[in-house]
């Protein structure tokens, strides 16, 4: 499945080995995620090298391409917010994840939108396993 994975980058990073953990273990399941490269650590660097026109083209096009999306959302970015909206206005299941305790924007956990699944969790592990389950049922 190809799945576009959405993180915090200019947002804040602190949950970049979370990322890091979820994006591995759905590889090593044999998903295809274009975004793999967003939960690196040197992502900074290179994400600087390019226009904003040309992030949002590359990012817009992954989306229309992806089959769902799933966004860590502890972190709030506006960037991701954008792409879970942009997923669900096209038609594409969205699975937005984030540590428990978390505050998550309630424009997104108040979406009624039956594609949007909204889940915590407590360690990465529950976080993949989350994943798994919802891309199990698509």
């Not at 947002?11 to 979370?18: C, P, V």
């Not at 083209?57 to 909206?85: F, M, Q």
């Not at 997104?108 to 990465?124: C, F, H, K, W």
């Amino acid at each position: 499945m190809n799945i576009y994975f959405a993180c915090s980058i200019t947002g804040g990073r602190e949950f970049e080995s979370a990322y890091q953990e979820i994006v591995a273990a759905l590889v090593k399941d044999g998903h295809e995620i274009p975004t793999s490269h967003l939960v690196r650590s040197e992502v900074m660097e290179k994400e600087r090298l390019l226009t904003p026109q040309d992030v949002y083209e590359r990012d817009v096009n992954w989306i229309k391409n992806c089959d769902a999306l799933i966004a860590e959302v502890s972190t709030p970015s506006h960037g991701v917010g954008y792409e879970i909206s942009f997923a669900l206005n096209i038609g594409k299941p969205v699975l937005c994840i984030s540590q428990k305790g978390r505050k998550v924007s309630k424009m997104i956990s108040g979406n009624p939108d039956p594609r949007l699944s909204v889940q915590a969790y407590e360690n990465v592990e529950e976080a993949i396993s989350q994943a798994r389950l919802f891309l199990d049922s698509l």
